[in-house]
């Protein structure tokens, strides 16, 4: 008795000493009062920031904290407190929380938003942001680069945050790693919301990075954990991790169309992410390897089309004694208990090999290494639908152990049975995207022991794998269905992701209201135009979603008379505008669509269908910085134009348009740049743009190009000529196409305007 | 009292649990036996081998011993068990322990002799090598490669062992990291005797290597603790770490012409070690830093006085973005609190800085990336005489931040008290080589706390620095003063190296018995020849060190009359001959000194004093693979020979002598070939061979020869002409020379002998 009694006078000393002493509790309601705050916290002081807008907030909060009694600076009430105009929230010194806050119509003036340091001298350790936003927070013009989060100190952590809306120059969350300060840093990103990041067009525009090749030496042991990204689509890489030994768990990607790539990383952790894909796009990604030592466990993947940079698993080739920031061989990596569904050639082995462009790179970089000393093992491909290739080697397999692997193709057998052994699978859909097997069955139950498999403990839901052990992600049905994928445990309990109106409102405009309408209209609108002549005398600004559409059968005829240099549509970023069943004339001087010569911070989508263009200087001419997502045209004539498509306004890399796509459109009488879509230097990881000509007819173009070429596309990767019909075209080339990287040709008439010319090779100054 | 019974019996259960179980002890007489032993072993048997040699016995040891109850290979009475001929021992399985053997008198024909796998499929782990010697078990060429130990697997052990004599290619000891197998493998070597290894003239002669540049990703976590390195000179690096995270503490480095390098290393601790050179070789080196994270701490340097690559410290210059096998940039590098005692330039920054050679050296081969983020701190350089630059700069510190470093330099003050603080310390001598501070002094109390220094919780003696810290490797006199350097703690208990006997015996030989004379002298003894005419009919043969010297004043008359092609004195691996006031001729088609056309396993070394030689086609004539350590001329005329010395036998960076030194020498009517000592190919690692000319005379000589060139030296790295006279030699140069590569001239006179001419930077076939 007496024995018990002390036990629970420990006991409950115990629990006194673990509890937080009562904190002090600062509101503030501005800035100089923030400031003041800040300056006079003490360990267990809470910060209140008032509700309502904070502009042109620099936030440096510094504070010595410890780990009981936290330095806190926080919402009055967690997303009433909106911080915007030119803000940002730098931390430094130890044990800091920030909770609540919401970043929004602005943009940093500093090169990050949230920044684990104020300065070399004020560094930020055992620090977390919680529960805030980051929503379009982005920088006015596309070109200037930040991060908007700069992780550097060690044991930070970024947790249950939405950011979304980065559409200009630099990786959206980098942690940095120069400086034994800032190595082995233990930082953890957890139970984030990384919405949507749209397609950049060129390099630096990932959602996560870590360091870079100078520092790709030093270890990080950074947990990225349990976070969902939704549309991360900036650029190839979701996520270029160039550090080493960090972790990548229990992540969801959904419909990105990008990959998680181990650029210059080695010994990382991939284990029990989920890739979700689909029919809508051929760019959704895997995982792609380079380097040393990485474990990819218990991931699944589903309607992943992406191919070469952006496989479903693209094992690369690297580049012999490699420079420190080219491709290094990959060795000594496991690829164990995964799961592809539906997927276009999930194993894509020796990606990058580039033997072939010996002849116009240099030696040093040419991807003839391939992968050495690898094991893929245990897993399974499902396809409800065969893949008649669901491996491709690109170039040596040999230094793969393939053991223990399955596939179900769809009721076809594959021939290699030493990769892949035909099995029949019985598997049953949990939701859309989750196939699982039907518990224990004697096709999965080969599983091989390779060298420390022993640390593969559980299945991707989190299943022993101890007594029940099979090929695949997933060895517990039950277990597995248990599962939901529930967007709103990610990211700030307060705040939905915007979602679309459920219907759009239609309204009705005529010639002397049609702007006003425009203004007017909510995002998603559709603008009906009655068969009457609209004259416009100044430009229509776009700078939301709107369809302008003809009321009845009949065309509605827009003609545009305003001034020279002006565009009948003006696209503001962010602006999609689709046109449907138009006629839209315009005068010497004057350009159809065209986006603002400046501070176009985010890309816009133009698509125009069944419609008349005529008359125009130019059809769509890009400005410096400006990035059309998608431009889309079906069914249209474009007539009597000095200029059709002018995409050449930016440099080194960069380009001004993503998805371009003519179908069954009808060109006559373009004098010059027809289409002419351009992309200086060479970057072989961006892997863009892309024109797809297909079933259209070009009649009398081209008479005054001094190119002598019609279709114009110089350093431009997928370029598609399909069923098209050249007549009567004074030029010399239909166009030069660049035959390595996915320029093709097919099925096109060609009379009386010159040919179409493939050069395999082709030598351009590298951009690295 | 019950509680206390309890507590006993618990002790004694734990101890019980502890201890061994009885072993199974299988005394075995021959190789069969062992064998069949080896295949019958199971957990706690110990296979104990007869005493006696065992010829020829390749064991291949493998067993699945536990921890408690290894599998054992031991000696009957350790160094009682002699193995040789072509023998090795290799382990694979688990748990064994190996005690006791001395391996001697043969070589290996594996590529290994200790190897810690039998084969890729049996691999040793937890198995340890200890109380073994393995000394001159040499190939039979220079040229063949081996390791005599070659580390695979994890978790395994070689301590208490001697290793020495090892002259042909190759580490002594290897470890291997090609595989997840063989990586992170916390290998423990410590308390060895790693005794002397020859120079070897040009690469892969190391003491200890750990992996290679294609395996520089992975970690080790390798300690290297508590050995003793003497005289370890096979070539610049005695240790070459190029993989990551491995340790190296406690070492003593005596008289090692090399040095520490961390060649591909990353995060590598050197703690504690203990770097003791002398007046008596300009080649004794410290420690060598190339890339990135390394802690260099509490190390003592007594009299380094190795220049560039063999500073005392040596903090390289890297390639940018070098390739994977060449220089990384030096970052987040500390060097903190270690003692720097009368070395020569201790702080030599930006090492291998290489600019002007980018006129013959593709860029890629530019070491101009200085070190960066690297901090210098608390580090004492103490000289009793003044140093007059104890920092090197060799391009740029900036990056380096130098904080609380001192010296006391002989008396005089040092200007860059940025760098290093001028002060007046009070140390003493406690032995031959160690200089400690009196304890606590003002001018060592200004200790900088640099990131994470608190790490550095003791000094070099293991003296806790937390209330007596200072500047400098050693915080405490009287704990160093308890030091001393027993050579007898590290190897085998029951093996000495062997001393070289006191007195030599002096021999008296007259022209019938010389031969006879020299076969039963003992090594290192002294033939006296009298004032007679010795006429040899066949070569002398010298396997020892022996000295022939005049008995008297006058000279004693050696004339050789053996056949043509062979060589008076005939040197054998190892032999060391002196001669002195000797006079010797020969006839046509014959040598004065050769070594074996072939099997020249080790080095020789050829000293000549105060003779003459006359008449033979080649005073020295190197056979491909024959290495001299040294060659030294002086005071000794050369006349009427077809050619001199000719040291061009081997080709790709190998060449055929390391120092070559004529002094105060007379050279008449040499007709071709006076001196042609060559090294094909460039391998910047390699820093030999070493000629030295200095006030010898040369006269009509070179007649003959088809370069027009009378000293050639292609491919030699230092080449030093002083205060020589060359008349009347019918050439065009009298060298040519290679200006960036510590060539040089001065004080020389010459009439009618062309010119001396410097070629600054040469262009030749890289190696790698």
Redesign the interface.
């Known amino acids: 008795m007496k024995n018990a009694l002390l036990l629970t006078c420990a006991v409950w000393l115990l629990c006194a000493c673990g509890s937080k002493p009562a904190s002090e509790i600062v509101t503030v309601k501005d800035f100089k009062e923030l400031k003041s705050a800040i300056q006079q916290a003490s360990p267990g002081t809470e910060i209140v920031m008032a509700e309502g807008i904070w502009k042109d907030a620099p936030i440096k909060f510094y504070g010595k904290g410890t780990a009981d009694r936290p330095v806190t600076l926080r919402a009055e009430t967690p997303g009433k407190v909106f911080v915007e105009g030119e803000s940002f929230l730098h931390l430094g010194g130890e044990h800091l929380v920030v909770s609540g806050l919401y970043f929004r119509n602005g943009h940093t003036p500093s090169g990050s938003v949230f920044q684990y340091q104020i300065s070399k001298d004020s560094i930020a350790n055992h620090s977390r942001i919680t529960n805030c936003v980051i929503d379009g927070f982005t920088q006015l013009n596309r070109w200037e680069r930040d991060s908007w989060i700069a992780f550097y100190g060690k044991h930070n952590e970024l947790d249950h945050c939405y950011i979304a809306g980065k559409s200009n120059d630099g990786a959206t969350l980098m942690v940095y790693h ?4 800032h ?1 082995n840093s233990y930082h953890k990103i957890y139970a984030n919301y990384f919405g949507p990041r749209p397609r950049k067009g060129g390099p630096r525009a990932e959602t996560i990075r870590f360091g870079g ?3 790709s ?3 990080g042991r950074i947990t990225v954990t349990n976070n969902y990204f939704e549309a991360c689509n900036g650029e190839v890489e979701i996520i270029s991790d160039k550090t ?1 030994s960090n972790s990548f768990t229990n992540n969801i990607f959904y419909k990105c169309e990008g990959s998680l790539v181990m650029r210059h990383a ?2 990382t952790t991939v284990d029990g992410n989920i890739f979700i894909g689909g029919d809508d796009s051929d760019f959704y990604g895997g995982i792609r390897v380079v ?3 990485h474990w990819i466990t218990n991931n699944y993947f589903y309607k992943i089309r992406g191919e070469e940079f952006r496989s479903p698993l693209a094992i690369m080739n690297g580049i012999p ?5 080219r491709y ?2 990959v ?2 990596v ?1 690829v164990a208990h995964n799961t592809w569904v539906d997927c276009k050639s999930p194993f894509q082995i020796g990606v990058g090999q580039n033997k072939a462009s010996a002849s116009v790179l240099p030696k ?1 970089e040419i991807r003839s290494a391939p992968p050495i ?1 690898t094991t893929i093992a245990n897993n399974i491909i499902y396809n409800t639908q065969p893949d008649d290739s669901p491996v491709v080697n690109h170039d040596d397999m040999d230094g793969i152990k393939f053991k223990g692997n399955v596939i179900a193709n769809g009721g076809e057998s594959y021939a290699e049975s030493e990769v892949l052994k035909s099995v029949d699978l019985d598997m049953k859909q949990v939701n859309e995207w989750l196939f699982v097997p039907t518990n224990q069955q004697e096709a999965l139950s080969a599983v091989y022991a390779g ?2 498999f022993e640390r593969i403990e559980q299945d991707l839901f989190g299943a022993d794998r101890k007594d029940q052990n099979q090929v695949g992600a997933v060895v517990d049905l039950a277990r597995a269905e248990t599962f939901e994928l529930d967007r709103s445990k990610y990211g700030p309990s307060w705040f939905t992701p915007n979602q679309k109106q459920g219907t759009p409102t239609v309204h009705n405009a005529t010639a002397g209201n049609l702007s006003q309408v425009l203004a007017e209209a909510k995002d998603g609108d559709v603008v009906a135009l009655s068969a009457a002549v609209y004259e416009l005398a100044e430009p229509l600004k776009i700078d939301k979603e709107l369809t302008l559409r003809a009321a009845g059968d009949s065309k509605p005829q827009i003609i545009y008379t305003g001034p020279a240099g002006t565009p009948a549509f003006e696209l503001h970023p962010g602006g999609v505008v689709r046109l449907q069943d138009v006629a839209m004339s315009g005068q010497e001087g004057q350009l159809a669509f065209a986006p603002l010569a400046e501070n176009m911070s985010s890309a816009y989508k133009l698509f125009v269908q069944n419609s008349e263009i005529s008359g125009f200087d130019f059809v769509l001419k890009a400005s410096k910085g400006s990035f059309a997502d998608s431009i889309t045209f079906t069914n249209t004539s474009i007539k009597d134009c000095k200029n059709g498509f002018v995409l050449a306004a930016d440099e080194k890399g960069d380009y001004n348009a993503e998805m371009v796509t003519f179908e069954a459109c009808a060109f006559e009488n373009v004098s010059q740049n027809v289409v002419h879509f351009y992309r200086g230097g060479y970057d072989e990881s961006t892997i863009g743009g892309f024109l797809t000509l297909r079933n259209n007819t070009f009649t009398r173009c081209g008479a005054k190009d001094a190119s002598k070429v019609l279709i114009k596309t110089p350093g431009i990767i997928n370029v598609h000529l399909l069923n098209n019909t050249f007549k009567n075209n004074p030029v010399e080339l239909v166009a030069l196409l660049w035959g390595a990287k996915n320029n093709l040709h097919q099925g096109n008439t060609v009379v009386s305007s010159g040919e179409i010319k493939v050069e395999e090779q082709r030598k351009l100054d590298l951009l690295y």
């Open positions: 120069k400086g034994n300060e190595t090749s100078e520092t030496m030093t270890p080493r080695d010994y380097n040393t030592g004694k490699s420079s420190l920031n290094k061989q060795t000594d496991v040093s000393r060298y420390d």
